[in-house]
Structures are given as C-alpha cells and as structure tokens.
C-alpha cells in the first residue's frame, strides 16, 4: 500500500468508484505521490526504456527528418521546435546534435517542452544544458508559429476510459475499493462515444477511449495546419482500440494495474485511428506506419554500420542488439507506430506516406 493508495481509497469511499481516466491522472501526475512527479522512471535503472533511451539513432533520424521538413516548407523563421513529455530530454538532445550542422535551424528555432513533472523538468534542463529552452504545462500556451513537434510514447500515459459490451448493454469499468483494497468494477456507461463507436463489438469484450488523447490529436492539427510545421508522433498501440491494454510496469516488469498507486508506470494501447480521426478533421495526416519500418526507411542501418566503425567489444553488442531492438518486429518494431500531420496540401516528411 502507497500513500496514494490511501488517498484514492477514499476518495473512492466518499464519492463511490472512479473512472479508469481519473484513476491514471491521479496515479501518474498526483501533485505529490504522482509517479512522474517523484520517480527516476525511465532508462536501464528506472522502470522502462525508451526509444531514445536504447539508442542514439532514434532521436539522430528524428531529428534529420524534421529539419528536412522545415526545410521542404521553405526554412521558417523563427518556428518553435517543441516536444510533448519528454522525459529525460534524451530525444530533443539527440535531435538537436542531429541537426546542429543543418544550416540556419539552430539559429531559426524557438525550444518549447511541455511537461507537467517538475523533476522531469531538472532531468530534462540537465540534458540540454547551453540550450535556450521554454517549459510549458499546456500545449494550448505554444506561440501561434510554425510548430514541428515530436511526441515519442506521451499518448501512451494519458488517460484513457473504459467500456465493456455486457448483455445488458455498454458498462463503464470503474475502480472500486473495499476496506483496504482497489478493484475493477462495471458501472453504468455514462459517455455517448461508446454508443456510436462499435457496435460490432461482441458482447464481454472491452473498448477503450481516449478523450484526452483525441483533444491533443485535434489541437495539433489545429495548430500545425493554420501555421504550418509537422508534428511526428510515435507510441505502442494499434489502429483501433484492443481489448483491455491498460498496464502496469515497475523494474521493468507488468504488476497489478490497481497496486503499488503511484509506484508504478501506467500506461494503454494508442488508438491511432482515433489520432488521425482527430487530427485529420484540420490537417493532412499520414498513413500508421511501424517503427521498424519507418526507421529502416530513415537510413537506420547505414546510421547503424557508419557507428559501428568505431566500437568494439560489449560496446558493439550492445549497439547490435539496440538496432535489433528499435527495428525487430518481434520487438518495438511492429508494436510501435508513428503518424506525421502536417497542412493540408503539404508533402509527407521523408519516410511517411
Ligand atoms: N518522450 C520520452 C518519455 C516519455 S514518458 C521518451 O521518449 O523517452 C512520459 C513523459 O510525459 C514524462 O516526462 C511525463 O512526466 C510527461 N507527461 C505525462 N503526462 C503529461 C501531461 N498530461 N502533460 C505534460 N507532460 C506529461
């Protein structure tokens, strides 16, 4: 038991069950017990890795194919370069030695993370030391300029709600609580959305749904299609919703998603159909690709063989086994997907389509 399991215990017995959506918000962002609030979450010694995390060449093909995107759009300036949770500020370091050699980028950008973690914010100031950087809490405060933005494993975190198909009808599955203890309970759907969503879902089975990830899918389009940029967004999900995805990880392994509040990671499946449902209502959005094969498509095997020139030893298995790891479809390389949105009448940015 946590202090935050205490907490959203009550909480519970004063008001009755909790919507998942609530439940994650309080787990996660808690002002005081939230787990991005306190914790060392990601890297080897934290609770899970990361893209970035595993290898520099993630953030080094992200970086070059946003530059060239802001060059196919006629080198704007100034445009604000931002980036949505990130984490350690291991992916914008990487970006932005990627691009220091990319004529005038440096010189034209405006640096904007938004993050809601004040000690993710040391993290982040840390990594980018010497770099002119702006935190905001809220995507709504980014200047109106052009914005080429990433987003890698934020829409994973943000809170998701949850529906049953009963043979009574759609249920809401809510998190109840007895004396000391939380538990998954079905209670009446109170949102319309599941209603027009699926009704070729068959009964026992489970949909999720975002609101909160459709309302920062619909500002980005908003955004990027009324002044110009790209926004690249990359998670682990599906095209449509898949059953119950919320999970749990601490120390690198799946726990309970109702112990250990606020100790643990929590996270669910992106639907990226509902993220270009969104985002598509402003602004040009490209296909779902893979991971794997957006990177391949980036050049991540010459990247790969150009850096394995100058190591050796454990060094280079551990670069070997990186590559596999971010590209392998047995590994992030099917799970993980990425969208690009951009204006409409706009070229996709290298590798999408
Ligand atoms: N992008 C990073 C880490 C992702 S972990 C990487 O690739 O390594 C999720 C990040 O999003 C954390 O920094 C967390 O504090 C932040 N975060 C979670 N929910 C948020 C929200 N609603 N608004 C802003 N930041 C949020």
Redesign the pocket.
Same mark, same amino acid.
């Given at each position: 038991m946590t202090a935050l399991s205490d907490i959203i215990i009550n909480q519970i017995k004063r008001f009755g069950p909790m919507p998942v959506s609530e439940y994650m !918000?309080l787990c996660? =962002?808690h002002p005081e017990h939230g787990y &991005? !609030?306190n914790r060392d979450? =990601?890297g080897a010694s934290g609770d899970? !890795? !990361?893209?970035? #995390?595993i290898s520099q060449m993630f953030g080094e093909l992200i970086g070059l194919t946003i530059a060239q995107a802001w060059i196919d759009q006629g080198m704007p300036k100034p445009f604000v370069l931002a980036? =949505? /949770?990130? /984490?350690?500020g291991? @992916?914008m370091a990487d970006i932005l030695r990627a691009t220091k050699s990319v004529p005038k980028f440096h010189s034209s950008m405006d640096l904007h993370l938004?993050?809601? +973690?004040p000690?993710?914010r040391k993290r982040?100031k840390s990594a980018l030391d010497g770099f002119c950087v702006t935190w905001l809490? &809220?995507?709504s405060e980014l200047p109106q300029k052009p914005l080429f933005l990433?987003?890698? #494993?934020?829409f994973?975190? @943000?809170p998701i709600k949850q529906y049953r198909r009963t043979a009574e009808g759609w249920q809401e599955q809510m998190i109840g609580a007895d004396e000391n203890q939380l538990h998954f309970i079905l209670g009446t759907a109170t949102s319309e959305d599941v209603f027009t969503k699926s009704n070729d879902i068959p009964n026992g089975d489970m949909l999720e749904i975002s609101a +909160?990830s459709v309302a920062f899918a619909s500002a980005i389009g908003e955004h990027v299609n009324t002044n110009g940029g790209c926004a690249i967004i990359?998670d682990y999900g599906e095209w449509d919703s898949d059953g119950d995805s919320l999970q749990a990880i601490q120390n690198h392994n799946k726990i309970d998603p109702l112990t250990n509040c606020g100790a643990a990671?929590l996270t669910a499946h992106v639907s990226f159909r509902d993220l270009t449902n969104a985002a598509s209502k402003h602004a040009k959005v490209s296909s779902t690709i893979p991971q794997g094969i957006l990177l391949e498509r980036l050049g991540i095997t010459q990247r790969a063989q150009t850096l394995a020139k100058n190591i050796d030893g454990k060094a280079l298995e551990t670069h070997i086994s990186a590559h596999k790891r971010l590209t392998h479809p047995d590994e992030m390389g099917k799970l993980f997907k990425a969208i690009a949105i951009i204006p409409n009448h706009t070229d996709l940015p290298t590798g999408f389509n």
């Open positions: !918000t996660l =962002l &991005y !609030t979450a =990601l899970f !890795t !990361t893209a970035p #995390e980036e =949505l /949770g990130p /984490g350690n291991t @992916l938004i993050e809601a +973690s000690e993710m982040q809490d &809220y995507f990433v987003a890698n #494993e934020f994973d975190c @943000l +909160s990359i990671d």
